[in-house]
């Protein structure tokens, strides 16, 4: 069973309609930031990523928006689906070259039918 | 094309006893690092490897030991178990180091 992600905020969001999950990243000189998908019993899949030097990035479904002036990315998912229920972490690379990956705690995505 | 395996997928250990958990990757990727997964907190890096025979260690480190004899295989060893040791751990690997391929996990319960 799940036992990762007990105690995570949760984001309940009907089928159909946009998600936005959050993510505050610690550390100034990080220049790099990816999302990760992880669903029950597995491990963490990769979404999207993002360099310092842009604003915002589009996949398929899926958008990040970088402010670096407040240190906040977030995730954006169109046209939420039941197979988008899952843990959301947002990971950043701290200081630029170590390959140090710090990871958010997630944010859980409840997709309601 | 297997991606990033990981053995064993559960395994339950009594405190004092040692166990190694292997990781192989067969994308030819030159990162490989071991993660560990607590409720309500991110993955945390205990040890990485930036290529065959170099090791470095991460966020929380104490407790485990790590060799990466093979490019393909990374492992982590726990020489005596802890119960602060239970957790779930994630292998992953990287081609350049920045987007990561993650295994299943290993579930590991120390009594």
């Known amino acids: 069973g799940e036992s990762v992600g007990l105690h995570l905020p949760t984001l309940s969001v009907q089928e159909g309609d946009n998600s936005i999950i959050n993510c505050a990243y610690s550390n100034s000189a990080s220049d790099y930031f990816i999302w990760y998908k992880q669903e029950s019993g597995k491990g963490p899949q990769f979404i999207i990523d993002?360099?310092?030097?842009?604003d915002k990035r589009q996949g398929q479904r899926v958008t990040v928006l970088l402010n670096k002036t407040v240190k906040h990315l977030s995730l954006q998912i169109a046209a939420t689906q039941p197979g988008d229920s899952a843990v959301y972490f947002c990971a950043e690379n701290g200081t630029s070259g170590t390959y140090k990956y710090i990871f958010g705690t997630g944010t859980r995505l409840k997709v309601l039918a | 094309n297997a991606g990033v395996t990981q053995t064993p997928k559960f395994r339950v250990l009594k405190t004092g006893q040692s166990m190694t958990l292997l990781c192989a990757q067969d994308m030819n990727h030159e990162y490989m690092y071991w993660y560990r997964q607590d409720p309500g907190m991110g993955l945390r890096l205990i040890h990485y490897s930036v290529g065959e025979g170099t090791t470095a260690k991460g966020e929380v480190p104490d407790g485990y030991n790590v060799s990466r004899l093979k490019k393909q295989n990374f492992l982590l060893g726990l020489e005596s178990a802890a119960p602060s040791q239970t957790s779930v751990y994630f292998c992953?690997?990287?081609?350049?180091?920045?987007?990561?391929?993650f295994g299943p996990g290993t579930r590991l319960t120390v009594t």
């Open positions: 993002i360099r310092s030097n842009m």
């Open positions: 992953a690997s990287s081609y350049d180091g920045q987007r990561q391929y």
